[in-house]
């Protein structure tokens, strides 16, 4: 069975643009391949945090994602710093990333340019990305279309690693492909073009129906519909519409198309339709999310199996690297 990668960052509760975006295609996918799914904190620590804070968010991440679909039973769930391998391979691969390539990341140079110290860690942050993937063997990275260059690097490594330390027509590392899927990228209830909750224009995936029915009902619209008899166009409401497309059957996704344009009904109605194919999809989740909150120790039972597992294959990564190595 091929393996997969992938990590998220630790930024608390889910929202719906990270669900449909990549939890959701995660927790269909964990059933195909063997999964292991990271919770990233030691990404975290390059931008200034407080610490109760990260912890805070670690563990409301972790158990969103069990509320969300993924399945201890089936995938292995985990936080990265409760696996110290993927540290450990990163210095090895300090050690044979190229210099170039770092500078080059897109990532890099546009955080440089904001930042007064630039500290280490932004530079070798894609290397510790790259040990991330390969500490499983990972042949594949689920990513969406403009993430496909972040695995080149990854690729290069591996290519490197195996050049130097692998014998000859036997690669050690896989040099990992994207797993392309079809992920929707959720525009902001506020129409920026990226939902994040620093813009505050998400909504949580834990949110009441009351949370979210007030954030639906003042999201933007098409500017065309200025009144309920003005006809629109689906295609400028890029966030309803594409929320439509997420959670609604597809009849109701054409009824939404044909209505808007004939102003059959109102933007209020479309949103009323939209909020109940959402809480249809929202309300088992949530009900997850509280029995968790219940019982905190199946978060925790999740997280120590999940990192029992990812050691087992962690370790065994680490003691061939470094037997090729000459590593004590
Ligand atoms: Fe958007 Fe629906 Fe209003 Fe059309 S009717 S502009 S799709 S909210």
């Avoid at 990270?18 to 030691?42: I, M």
């Avoid at 109760?52 to 969300?68: F, N, P, Q, V, Y």
């Amino acid at each position: 069975m091929s393996r997969i990668f992938s990590g998220i960052q630790p930024s608390g509760e889910l929202h719906i643009g990270n669900y449909l975006g990549a939890v959701k295609n995660w927790a269909a996918l964990q059933s195909q391949y063997e999964s292991y799914f990271c919770v990233v904190d030691y990404h975290a620590i390059i931008a200034a945090y407080a610490p109760d804070d990260l912890r805070r968010r670690t563990r409301e991440m972790a158990t969103s994602l069990l509320a969300a679909g993924i399945d201890p039973g089936r995938c292995a769930l985990f936080v990265q710093s409760r696996v110290p391998e993927h540290t450990e391979l990163q210095w090895i691969f300090n050690t044979i990333a190229p210099l170039g390539e770092l500078e080059r990341q897109t990532q890099f140079k546009e955080k440089r340019e904001r930042q007064e110290q630039v500290m280490a860690g932004l530079l070798n942050y894609p290397v510790l990305q790259a040990a991330d993937i390969l500490l499983y063997l990972a042949d594949m990275v689920p990513v969406g279309e403009d993430q496909v260059q972040h695995l080149e690097l990854s690729r290069v490594i591996a290519r490197n690693w195996n050049a130097r330390f692998a014998p000859e027509g036997a690669p050690y590392f896989p040099e990992p492909q994207p797993k392309l899927t079809k992920t929707r990228r959720i525009v902001g209830l506020d129409g920026n073009a990226k939902m994040s909750k620093s813009l505050n224009n998400t909504i949580g995936l834990l949110e009441t129906p009351d949370e979210i029915w007030a954030k639906l009902r003042p999201a933007v619209t098409d500017p065309a519909r200025v009144k309920k008899t003005d006809p629109g166009n689906p295609d400028n409401c890029r966030t309803i519409f594409e929320l439509h497309k997420a959670f609604s059957p597809e009849a109701t996704v054409t009824e939404v198309d044909k209505n808007c344009r004939s102003a059959s009904w109102g933007c209020v109605d479309c949103k009323k339709a939209l909020f109940e194919h959402m809480n249809a999809e929202l309300t088992p989740i949530r009900t997850r999310a509280q029995a968790f909150a219940e019982q905190p120790r199946l978060v925790d039972d999740a997280l120590d199996a999940g990192a029992e597992k990812a050691r087992t294959v962690a370790r065994q990564t680490m003691a061939h690297v470094k037997d090729r190595m000459g590593i004590a």
